[in-house]
C-alpha cells in the first residue's frame, strides 16, 4: 500500500466519522430547508468522495521505477507527519470540552505551525488568537452554531459568589 492509499482510507474513516456527527446536529424551531447539519453533512460526502477518489488514484497509477528506498523513506516520514497531525486533532477533540473552543482552537493553531516548523514568538501567539477569534466570530456570532465554552462559564461564575 502506498500512502496516498492509506491517507485516501483514513479519510474515508474520518468522512464517516464526520457525517455521522453531523447528522445527529439536532434542529431548532429556527431551521431552515437545509437544517443546521446540512453544509457539515455536504463537507462530509465531500470529503469521502475525495478520498476514495485518492484511494482509487493510488490503485490505479503505475508504480516509479527505481528509488525503492527512497520511496519507502519518504513514505514513513509522511506517515509519521500524517501521524503527528492526527494527534494534534486527537488532543483537540479531548481538551476542547475542558478549554472551550477559542482556546483550544487557539492552541491547535499555535501547535500545528509549531509542528510544522514555526517558532515560538509574539507573532504566532497573535495569529493563533486572531486565528481564534475569526473562526469564533464565524461559527457562533455568523453561522450561530455553538461551540463549547469549556470550564470558564463555571470558574466565573464561581468567582461572582
Known amino acids: 500500500m502506498n500512502r496516498d492509499f492509506v491517507a485516501g482510507f483514513l479519510g474515508l474513516l474520518l468522512a ?5 456527527m453531523a447528522a445527529n446536529i439536532q434542529n431548532s424551531q429556527l431551521a431552515d430547508d437545509v437544517g443546521p447539519g ?4 455536504i463537507y462530509g460526502v465531500l470529503l469521502a468522495v475525495f478520498s476514495v477518489l485518492l484511494m482509487v488514484r493510488a490503485r490505479t497509477s503505475p508504480a ?9 523513506a519518504e513514505e514513513l516520514f509522511a506517515a509519521k507527519r500524517g501521524l503527528g497531525i492526527l494527534v494534534i486533532g ?14 483550544a482552537i487557539a492552541l ?9 516548523g514555526g517558532q515560538i514568538s509574539a507573532r504566532l501567539a497573535g495569529i493563533a488568537v ?11 456570532f455568523l453561522l450561530h452554531i455553538g461551540q463549547p465554552a469549556g470550564i470558564w462559564a463555571d470558574l466565573i461564575e464561581g468567582l461572582r459568589r
Open 64 to 72: 516509479q521505477a527505481g528509488g525503492k528506498m527512497r520511496a519507502v
Open 38 to 41: 446540512g453544509l457539515p453533512k
Open 130 to 140: 486572531l486565528g481564534a477569534f475569526g473562526l469564533w466570530f464565524v461559527f457562533v
Open 108 to 116: 491547535v493553531i499555535a501547535i500545528a505551525a509549531l509542528y510544522n
Open 16 to 20: 464517516m466519522a464526520y457525517y455521522a
Open 90 to 103: 486527537i488532543g483537540y477533540i479531548v481538551t476542547v470540552p475542558y478549554l472551550g473552543y477559542p482556546l
